[in-house]
């Protein structure tokens, strides 16, 4: 089984301040990491995902995550967020298995970029 | 491309009634998911459709639910009769092929309230 924690349901912050999203996964299977993100009012659309090769992935738009096997995390950052970066964030994972099409979502970070 | 679309966007009804959610997927895509989020569950796949075939239903709440694939580009999630509890917005996504490195593709979301 597999389950997905993200430590902050709501982060504040300032215009240009750097962001740290935080997600801790479970699972007992190799897994495959994803960030998705909803602007208000839309469906999720996705933000960047690790499969495998470097720990480090990146999106179009400036944010970044790092897959940490042995903290199990997959933080997302970026280190200047813009009043356009206001959304909810999810943390995924998905993994080879009995239903390796499912993913497992957590709950979500508000993040809200105050100018 | 037009991305996952659903119908419609909202809608108000009153207890008892039946509902009717549609869903086109992208053209091309093999597995459509329906997906229900609120604020106390977070995201929750209801069921999941590969070529057609509903594969996983596990998480369709009760009877009150079905769903059906007639063919590869048309879905419908119908809840009869209709209850309070499920005030939601309801998430129609496809992907190419199911497998976990696969990015889920999301609708706008159908935001269903049910005096």
């Known amino acids: 089984a597999q389950s997905v924690t993200q430590l902050d349901s709501q982060v504040p912050v300032f215009e240009e301040a750097p962001v740290e999203l935080r997600c801790n996964y479970s699972?007992?299977?190799?897994?495959?990491l994803f960030w998705y993100v909803q602007y208000p009012n839309q469906g999720l659309q996705l933000l960047l995902k690790y499969l495998s090769g470097s720990t480090l992935v990146e999106s179009i738009n400036g944010f970044e995550a790092e897959f940490n096997k042995s903290q199990t995390s997959f933080h997302l950052r970026k280190p200047s967020v813009h009043i356009s970066d206001t959304a909810e964030y999810f943390c995924a994972v998905s993994g080879w298995g009995g239903s390796n099409y499912k993913l497992t979502f957590g709950k979500g970070t508000l993040l809200t970029v105050n100018p | 491309d037009a991305g996952v679309i659903q119908s419609p966007r909202h809608e108000v009804t009153e207890m008892g009634q039946e509902v009717t959610l549609r869903c086109k997927p992208i053209?091309?895509?093999?597995?459509l998911f329906w997906y229900r989020q609120t604020m106390m569950r977070g995201l929750e796949l209801l069921i999941y459709f590969n070529n057609n075939v509903p594969i996983d239903d596990s998480g369709m709440p009760e009877d009150r639910f079905s769903a059906k694939m007639p063919n590869a580009s048309f879905s419908t999630l119908k809840i009869q009769p209709s209850e309070p509890r499920d005030s939601a917005v309801y998430f129609c996504?496809?992907?190419?092929?199911?497998?976990?490195?696969?990015?889920?593709?999301f609708g706008p979301g159908t935001r269903l309230t049910v005096l």
């Open positions: 699972s007992s299977v190799s897994v495959y």
């Open positions: 053209s091309g895509h093999n597995s």
């Open positions: 996504a496809s992907s190419l092929a199911g497998g976990p490195t696969d990015t889920q593709y």
